[in-house]
């Protein structure tokens, strides 16, 4: 009976996460977020962050203190160290769409990411797939024979 309990529990916990990262991220980021973009950095940060859910708390608790509402209000209050960095991660990641400037990083979004939408009307999303921009899952239409001359 209580296995059966677990798997509740477990989703009720990231949906937890998920909320206060979206909250943290509102006060750090003044764009309108993507909740699905949120949640799979909120993933990774749970995965690399093993004290995530007190790190949120205590930025939303500074944003609160100074009764701010936008990352400029508040974040000199955020003191040095482990949770700035994170905080300058948090941005970065919304920013860039990724973990890292590392080979190796994780990519969370492209089309959404900050950087990409002043430019989103007149640069084309990078692609190979034949079907559709970003469609790398997608069956690619089949080729035929070239021509012989």
Known sequence: MLASA?????????????????????????????????????AFAQASYPNLGDMLDRI?????????????DFFDAIPEGELRD???????????????????ATLFTY????????????????TFGFSAPNAWGNDLYPLTDLPRF
């Open 6 to 42: 677990m798997p509740s529990f477990t989703f009720a916990a990231t949906q937890d996460i998920e909320s206060r990262f979206m909250g943290a991220s509102q006060l750090l980021v003044n764009h309108d977020l993507s909740p699905a973009v949120g949640a799979r950095i909120a």
């Open 60 to 72: 939303t608790e500074t944003a609160a203190t100074r009764g701010a509402s936008r990352v400029e």
């Open 86 to 104: 994170f905080a300058f991660w948090v941005i970065s990641a919304w920013y860039t769409g990724s973990s890292s400037g590392d080979r190796d």
């Open 111 to 126: 089309e959404e990411a900050l950087l990409y939408q002043p430019t989103i009307d007149m640069v084309p999303i990078p």
